[in-house]
Each structure stands twice: as C-alpha cells, then as structure tokens.
C-alpha cells in the first residue's frame, strides 16, 4: 500500500481541527494521515487524537519557527486561528501569516485556510448601520482573517479558503442556547430577524475539509462556502422544540440590543448577526449545501445534530 500523506493540522485539539483529525483517522483506507498540532502533547485531549493514531506534535501559532517544524514533510496543512481566545484581530492576523510563512517554506502541497468574508466590502466603515469596531473593523474577527488571504496567494502557496457557518455547538458551549426568559419559558434570543442563518456540526467542518483535501487540485485557489443547513430563528425554533419536548420561541431582538448584552464580544457578535441578517442572499450563497454534502455525504441537518446533542444544551 502506497505511505499516506500527512495533512498537518492546527487547532488540532478544537472544534474545527479536531474534526477533521477525527475524519482523516476514521477513513482507513484514505491517502491520508493526520498530523495533530497543539501547544500540549501531554493534554487528555492531545492523547485522545495519539489513541486514534494521529501523529500529535507541538507547535504554537505564534512562532514561526515551531510551526515550520510541525509543518515540514506534509502534504497538507489545515490553518485556523482562534479568535474567542484573545479577541484579538491583530493576533489573527499575526498568526494565519505565521501558518502562510511556513506552509510556504515546507512547500505543502494544498493549503485550506479557514477564513470569513471581508464585511466591509458590504458595510464601509463609512455606513453607520452598525457602529464601526476597534477603529477599523465592522465584524473583527470576519474582516481580520479575510484581510490575511493575500499572504498565502502572495506567497504561492496553494491554498483553497473555506468560509465556515455558525456552529451548533454554539448551543451548548457558547452560550447560543435557549434561555429561560421571565415567563419561565424557554427562548433563542438571535438578531436575525426572519432571515436565514447558515449553520452545522463544527464535526462536519473537518469531513469537508477532508473532501476539499482528497479532490486534489479542484479547489486551490478557490473559495469553498460550507453549512449543513440555512434555518431561520424560527425553524430552529420549531426544532429544538422538537427535540426538547418542551417549547421553545424564538426571541429576535435587533442587533442593537444583542450588542448591549455586555459579554466579551457582544458587539463583533452583534455586527455579524445583523450582517448575516441584512446581507442574507450574499451570506447564505456563498455557503452551497450540496456542495458541502459532495464533499461530506454524512453531512448532518439541525434536526439529526438535535437527536444526539439535545441533551448537551444547558437550559436555564
Ligand atoms: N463558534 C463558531 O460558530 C464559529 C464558526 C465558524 C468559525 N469560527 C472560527 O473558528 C475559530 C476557532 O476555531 P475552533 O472553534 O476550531 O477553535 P477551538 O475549538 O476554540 O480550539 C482551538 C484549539 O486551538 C489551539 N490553540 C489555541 N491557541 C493556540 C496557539 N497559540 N497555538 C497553537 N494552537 C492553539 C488549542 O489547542 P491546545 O490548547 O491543545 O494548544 C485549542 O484546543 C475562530 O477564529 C472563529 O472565528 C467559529
């Protein structure tokens, strides 16, 4: 049997690089082979991804020089910044550059940046629909990863951008979740209006990446938009309700409000609501289902991740 490639991958023990470790392993009789990256191999979750056999090595997205080491021999490099650690557009920025310099001096033969749309491009900072963030931004941790797409052009490296959808796990660990309102009943509190919002499994993040990876050079130099389903506040609704047995409403508030809530973040999660809102054709065309479903045929629906995940979402 031929060696398998390496695909090295960072934030190997997160939601987006977790997943597709979790794929690579899990297709036996793939081309490929994981190559986990983290700041700890010694972590529950680093000896989780060594039992199913992925390579696991340290590196840290801040230094160059360890990840042009953790990239070296592969194949493939899957690059994802983490902006809910540090809120921090400049350090994103900072760091996709680092994963470009060394995907580029381990000469990879594809490259899969996740990135987002460039808000401004729809929402100058000159349009006071929403207010304008840290000076420069609408949505920082959109605008900051699109502003870094050039550096991996620039340096020739092949590299195919993926625009990911809010995930649903966002229910559980993000406090997206239904919330008991005064009246003791359970609401999904989004400013969405009636529009569409793409969503998914962070799980099917990394099978699409893996069918990005095993198309070979289809996709490079191409921009890939992926989401398991387009619901409205409504439709989730409906279906948490569902999958709850209890009833669940949806509560649209207008982004002003939401940017109000005062949690870290509030304001860049409120600007993107509202740009998912008030730019829903352009948001949800740049996400295919289909496409995602070519590339993941076991790509999950709101209601088949609710039959499993239902029971993982606080409710208070
Ligand atoms: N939440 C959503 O709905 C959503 C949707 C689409 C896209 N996104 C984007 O997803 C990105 C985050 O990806 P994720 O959700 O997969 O991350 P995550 O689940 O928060 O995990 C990230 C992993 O990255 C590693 N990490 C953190 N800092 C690092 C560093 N300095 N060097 C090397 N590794 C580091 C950590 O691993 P170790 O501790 O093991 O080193 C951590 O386990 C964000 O930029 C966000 O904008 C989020």
Known sequence: MAEKKIIAVVGATGAQGGGLVRAIMNDKNGPFTARAITRDVNSDKAKLLSKLGAEVVAADVNEVESLK???????????????WADFSPENEKAQATNMARAAKDAGVQH???????????????????????????????????????????DLGVPTTFLLTSFYWENLIHF?????????????LTYPMGDKKLPGMTSEDIGKCALGIFKRGREFIGKTVGIAGEHL?????AAALTKALGQEVRYNEVPAEVYRSFGFPGAEDMGNMFQFKRDFEQVYTGARSIEVSRALNPALQTFESWLKTNAGRIPLE
């Not at 080491?69 to 690059?79: E, L, P, S, T």
């Not at 490259?111 to 000076?135: C, Q, V, Y």
């Not at 409205?232 to 989730?236: A, H, L, R």
């Open 69 to 83: 080491r953790a990239f070296k021999g592969a194949h493939g490099v899957y690059c994802v910044t983490f902006f």
């Open 111 to 153: 490259a899969i940046w996740s990135t987002f749309e460039d808000t401004r491009k729809w929402i100058p900072l000159t349009d006071n629909r929403m207010p304008t963030l840290m000076g420069k931004y609408k949505v920082a941790h959109f605008d900051a990863k699109s502003e870094v797409d050039h550096v991996f052009t």
């Open 232 to 236: 409205t506040g409504t439709q989730m």
């Open 175 to 187: 406090g997206a979740g239904p919330r008991k309102g005064p009246d003791g009943k359970l609401a």
